[in-house]
């Protein structure tokens, strides 16, 4: 499979876990049965394992409501990961490693398999892009988008105006939900789109596209 450079600034969440090989496809949650500042000496081993082993990324989870979006966002921001590898003694009470193998699976349902272009990107440049996003450009594979600016495939005439909505989303001014614009493909063809672009986190934004029939 090929492999493509996480972004610059990647992982855009902070959190409890190591950075190791960016080109693994494997990521590694430890449930916590525990507060998180007293993990037990195996389960720090554990996570350090999973990276030299040549994991992306390995750290712990504590809880269904604490952790859980930090790591989809990570994942999300590395295209190379595909697998996550859920470790660790259940949490009493939480079944947190069910919640977040069916939050995972959830998420990966939704997003690869969505009837729409869905694209994730850090700042202003595409981390990740669906099958969907490629299809709608004329892509083949996510590299040839990883790292490209999100409006590289927008008709020029069309840019300035996308600008001015995401300054005024800045400034906490009121936009539309939806706005029409138009894709250049890789052969040149145009197509009409409505997309709608949603603030994930700080660095972290989603964007989602459909044609405008």
């Keep these: 499979m090929l492999k493509v450079s996480p972004h610059p600034d990647y992982p855009p969440e902070e959190g409890r876990y190591v950075r190791g090989n960016d080109s693994s496809p494997v990521a ?12 037990p000496p ?5 996570v350090r394992a999973a990276v030299e082993s040549g994991a992306a990324l390995s750290g712990t989870v504590q809880t269904e409501n604490i952790g859980f979006e930090k790591i989809v966002c990570n994942i999300v921001a590395n295209p190379n990961i595909r697998y996550l590898i859920i470790g660790g003694p259940e ?3 939480h079944s947190t490693g069910e919640a977040l193998k069916a939050s995972e699976e959830r998420y990966r349902s939704l997003v690869e398999n969505s009837p729409d272009s869905i694209s994730v990107s850090i700042g202003s440049e595409i981390v990740y892009a669906n099958r969907k996003r490629l299809e709608l450009t004329g892509h083949s594979h996510q590299s040839e988008l990883i790292g490209s600016n999100g409006l590289v495939n927008v008709f020029p005439e069309d840019r300035e105006e996308i600008l001015k909505r995401i300054r005024a989303r800045e400034r906490g001014e ?10 250049l493909r890789g052969e040149g063809s145009i197509v009409h789109v409505k997309a709608r672009n949603i603030k994930w986190s700080e660095r972290v934004n989603v964007s989602g596209a459909c044609l405008d029939r």
């Design 91 to 93: 949490s009493e009470g």
């Design 42 to 46: 195996d389960l720090e081993r554990l």
């Design 174 to 183: 009121v936009t539309a939900s939806f706005q029409e614009f138009r894709l």
């Design 28 to 39: 590694v949650a430890i449930v916590l049965h525990c507060d998180a500042d007293k993990v």
